[in-house]
């Protein structure tokens, strides 16, 4: 039902006000009586398929990506639908509105998204509020934390430290997102003396925590090989629980848009299918290179079954998704299991 008749009228809107009322309809759903039962049954099957990572027991191996749901504003309703985790985020300290509309865009041809949405949230302290709301119930989450795209990268720590702060008691584990292409000089900060500075600084709050958090490094699929050895290197001294690779690429090769829309979207960090393949290798590089406890994250372009089962077969833990979500529906958790 979803491809053939609320898929395309969602593709009708534009892509950020689709997301807006597919979302909130599921809110509306959840507040029935039988609302949470009609979730899961649009969603498919039993999706319990226990593993354990980081000290947390997952009830299966599937999860949803940061950027999806930035503000909380729909755990209990993503729930439903059979998700294992859900990493909200990237929250910054302080709300900030993001890149001018529009901002993200379909790519029909390749199931594919371009984003440039720029860490629009309602900040650290709406978030975890609204988690504060939430069942006892819910699902495993994860915090994923940025900085503020005034803060220059100099203080960039100060941001993350902030986060971790306020963010803590909510969450299950944290991400620190250092590789989105959409605020400007982010991603120099996973250059080694920075992400030292940046990791060192949150894991020394951790360290003081009656029960520290497990901490998470999500990194660029752009990157040089040396600078995937230093994360690793780095990653290992600062004793991170965990990697999460990929996240959105500046690479446009192979697409099947063509290159006169490609220029009037502009930039953005692309991802859904043409992602897969990259994605892939770079787990795999991880998973030859860092250490065997750690645990490893992949995500990019998992479209359906076989390119999960090839994610986890490369190395990865767990995997997550987000644009498959959009162009295959409400179901695509039973289908990957």
Known sequence: MYKQIIKPLLFNFSTEEAHGIAMKGANFCVKLPFGKNL???????????ESTHFGLNFKNRVGLAAGFDKDGNYIESLQQLGFGHIEVGTVTPRPQSGNPKPRLFRLKEDNALINRMGFNNKGVHNLAENIRQLPEDRPILGGNIGKNKDTPNEDA???????????????DYFTINLSSPNTPGLRALQEKEPLI???SSVQEINAGLAKPKPILLKISPDNERSVYDDIIE????????GLIATNTTIDRQGLKASSDFL?????????????????????????????????????????NKEQAEAMMASGADLVQLYTSFIYEGPGIVGRLM
């Open 197 to 199: 500075k940046i990791i």
């Open 157 to 171: 720590w100060k941001d993350y430290v902030y986060c971790f702060k306020h963010l803590h008691e909510q969450v």
């Open 234 to 241: 780095v990653a290992t001294a600062c004793k991170l629980d």
């Open 263 to 303: 220029e009037v979207i502009g930039a953005g960090g692309l991802s859904g299918q043409p992602l897969a393949n990259k994605s892939i290798e770079v787990v795999k590089y991880l998973r030859a290179n860092m250490p065997a406890g750690m645990t490893l994250i992949g995500v990019g372009g998992i479209s």
């Open 39 to 49: 979730l899961r049954s649009i969603a498919g099957k039993n999706f319990d398929q």
